[in-house]
């Protein structure tokens, strides 16, 4: 593991923790999970005894206290060794943070520290099979039924919903008042009325469990819901907000270790009777490939840092995670391309990779989306 110019030596040794973690313990069956699309269960408990799940919620609910940007170093290491992994790990941040955001201290400790104390999983239900990027468009409805919350509808491509203890659910209490009624919601997975799809069968990140989760008539307490009635659009986007630079660090694993790669077979490969990393061409690529990694890395820090000092950075979460979802997809094509007809099997590394990289343009906010809301921000200014 190279040190990273400016880190302290407490940032190293977290780096270290998570590095040590990817090497010896994910590294070694990432290609069988991917293959099998298997979740990795005990690997996920070992990564909460070592503090790696629930990086950025307070130690007092559970969590590891860190800060975003301490805790994009650590996630870089671990979508290093896996990017599936990492999904998985990340997920249960997301699934929390609307809660740190918009509950009151009683719920903090009844719905995040029993999660986070016990290593339990959560997952964040805003997608829709109808609504996408347009998450002001959902569907799912929440209606009042006296001592209760009644939720109906479905909620699609959801992280960890197979194993997930509890969930994090936006619906609409009024579809009339678009993103302003629209509430969040906690959900015990055992409430009645919940049903869990297949594990999709996906293109890459293959070990992370992605499910529909259908609500029929799934009633819940009323003291389920954070924040007022309508609040759950804006807590939803603040909490994407904070996400998006730790997707960001996913990616920056992602092209690191696709870099890493190329750079070593490069060195490896004879053709023409040479190394084919004494070919200019080839030397140009790695440069480009090395270059976006750092810009990557730089863009995701700076976002964290904002974030960590209690600024707004939207456009600095967008820019950073539209550059290095982006970039990571260039880099692991590139690294396929290196490594030639090799790097076209499951033999090496690098095709799984490229498989991975490309959910980042997709997933917590297309690459698209990502743009949307850069130039929206821009144009205000
Ligand atoms: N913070 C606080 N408030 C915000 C905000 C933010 N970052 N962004 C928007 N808002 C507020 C606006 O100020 C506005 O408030 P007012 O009504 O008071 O003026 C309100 O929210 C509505 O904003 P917009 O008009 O901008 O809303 P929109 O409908 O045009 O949508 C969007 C904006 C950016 C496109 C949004 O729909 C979006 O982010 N879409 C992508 C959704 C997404 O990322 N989904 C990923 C799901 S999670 C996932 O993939 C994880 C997984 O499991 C793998």
Redesign the pocket.
Known sequence: MVPLAGLSPEQESLREIAYRFALDKIRPVAASLDERAEFPTGLIREGHSLGLINVTLPVELGGSGLSIFDACLVIEEIAWGCSGFA?SM??ND??LTPIRIGATEDQKRRFIEPIASAGLLA?????EPGA??????LQTTVDDGGDCWIINGAKQ????AGHASQYTVFASFDKTK???GICCIVVPRTTPGISVGHHENKMGQRC?D?CRVTFDNVRVPKDHMIGAPGDG??I???T??A??PM?AAIAVGIGRAASEYALAYSKERKQFGVSISTFQGLQFMLADMATGVDASRLLTWRSAWLLDQGK?A?IE?SMAKRFAADTAMSVTTDAVQIYGGYGYTKEYPVEKLMRDAK?LQ?????SQ?QR??IA?ELLKR
Not at 123 to 127: A, D
Not at 157 to 160: A, D, F, G, L, S
């Open positions: 999904t990340v997920a997301l699934a997952s964040f239900c805003l997608t996408g990027s347009d998450a002001a468009g491509w959801i992280t960890n678009k993103h302003k992370s992605t659009f804006k939803a986007m603040q994407l907000d996400s998006r997707t707004s939207s979460s959910l997709i997933y917590e906010g297309t989306i949307v809301v929206r």
